[in-house]
Nanobody, 124 residues
Framework: QVQLAESGGGLVQAGGSLRLSCAAS????????MAWFRQAPGKEREFVAA????????DYADSVKGRFIISSDNAKNTLYLQMNSLKPEDTAVYSC?????????????????WGQGTQVTVSS
């Protein structure tokens, strides 16, 4: 059974940076595609970024393109999200997710494995 565990959230001022990590264990070959989603209070969970672990393909939501970078260290079985130029509207619980296959996807229902999430708060 795949387990995902996020870390790295916290409080940061607008314009600052944070790096989130997601450690994967157990059956990691079932998570060739990994993604970050976020959910702000009172809003639905939304796609942030995705990556094919065995490859270089990535996908980003327009709202974070040019500011966030998704990457994967396969030797460490860890997914990262480098978040730069943070804005108050980036405040949310960020969760990592995984799915098998090789197609990048943006919908929550297409991901099989989820972490518990980590809170990111950006103050103005």
């Amino acid at each position: 059974q795949v387990q995902l565990a996020e870390s790295g959230g916290g409080l940061v001022q607008a314009g600052g940076s944070l790096r989130l990590s997601c450690a994967a264990s157990g059956g990691i070959f079932s998570t060739n595609v990994m993604a970050w989603f976020r959910q702000a209070p009172g809003k639905e969970r939304e796609f942030v970024a995705a990556i094919v672990r065995l490859g270089t393909r990535t996908d980003y939501a327009d709202s974070v393109k040019g500011r966030f970078i998704i990457s994967s260290d396969n030797a460490k079985n860890t997914l990262y999200l480098q978040m730069n130029s943070l804005k108050p509207e980036d405040t949310a619980v960020y969760s990592c997710a995984g799915r098998s296959g090789s197609y990048l996807r943006r919908t929550t229902t297409e991901y099989d494995y989820w972490g518990q999430g980590t809170q990111v708060t950006v103050s103005s």
